[in-house]
T-cell receptor
Framework: QQQVKQSPQSLIVQKGGISIINCAYE??????FPWYQQFPGKGPALLIA?????SEKKEGRFTISFNKSAKQFSLHIMDSQPGDSATYFC??????????????FGEGTQLTVNP | DGGITQSPKYLFRKEGQNVTLSCEQNLNHDAMYWYRQDPGQGLRLIYYSQIVNDFQKGDIAEGYSVSREKKESFPLTVTSAQKNPTAFYLC????????????FGPGTRLTVL
């Protein structure tokens, strides 16, 4: 019940294309869903996050879509650029209301954007 | 500059030796975390601490130990009991409130020879 399943494991898109990464969860206590971006040899950095009271959140070229009934959420990267090439992790947390702020991460998606 | 520092960046140890990884933050965050990252497996939580002198086991605590004597410091010891210690270790911190962002350090790559 604590798992977050992420797909695909790897993704190759052309410059200017749309990158889509999907995550699914089982634990209904999760109520905070961040996405992290990680470059090789670096620590992850928060990209964008959503709470289940909204179905979509957009920041620049990055959009999270959230489907509470299906327990799924996805990251869309519009107009993908070579500089977006990185590993992306989805995560989920029950926030502080239940078991503290620990995050459960998906397995990661390695995105390559070809020029 | 505020942030999280981890040292060393690369660490080599011989089998059977304990080794301690350093994590320091000057963000005045209450909570700190240790994760292990292996290729294709995402980040797995080893230990976390929400307040000084208190910490909880994460999903893969066996073979690891931590201490939290100061708010800004959360060192991780990888003991000889950890069967597969070679990995990338990440420390994170956050303000202790709902929906809080975790900030990550640059990581320490540990290799057991």
């Amino acid at each position: 019940q604590q798992q977050v399943k992420q797909s695909p494991q790897s993704l190759i898109v052309q410059k200017g294309g749309i990158s889509i990464i999907n995550c699914a969860y089982e634990n209904t206590a999760f109520d905070y869903f961040p996405w992290y971006q990680q470059f090789p040899g670096k620590g992850p950095a928060l990209l964008i996050a959503i709470r289940p009271d909204v179905s979509e959140k957009k920041e620049g070229r990055f959009t999270i879509s959230f489907n509470k009934s299906a327990k799924q959420f996805s990251l869309h990267i519009m107009d993908s650029q070579p500089g977006d090439s990185a590993t992306y992790f989805c995560a989920a947390s029950p926030g502080q209301k239940t078991s503290g702020s620990r995050l459960t991460f998906g397995e990661g998606t390695q995105l390559t954007v070809n020029p | 500059d505020g942030g999280i520092t981890q040292s060393p960046k690369y660490l080599f140890r011989k089998e059977g030796q304990n080794v301690t990884l350093s994590c320091e933050q000057n963000l005045n965050h209450d909570a700190m975390y240790w994760y292990r990252q292996d290729p294709g497996q995402g980040l797995r939580l080893i230990y976390y601490s929400q307040i000084v002198n208190d910490f909880q086991k994460g999903d893969i605590a066996e073979g690891y130990s931590v201490s939290r004597e100061k708010k800004e410091s959360f060192p991780l010891t990888v003991t000889s009991a950890q069967k597969n210690p070679t990995a990338f270790y990440l420390c994170a911190s956050s303000i202790r409130r709902e929906y809080n962002e975790q900030f990550f350090g640059p990581g320490t790559r540990l290799t057991v020879l």
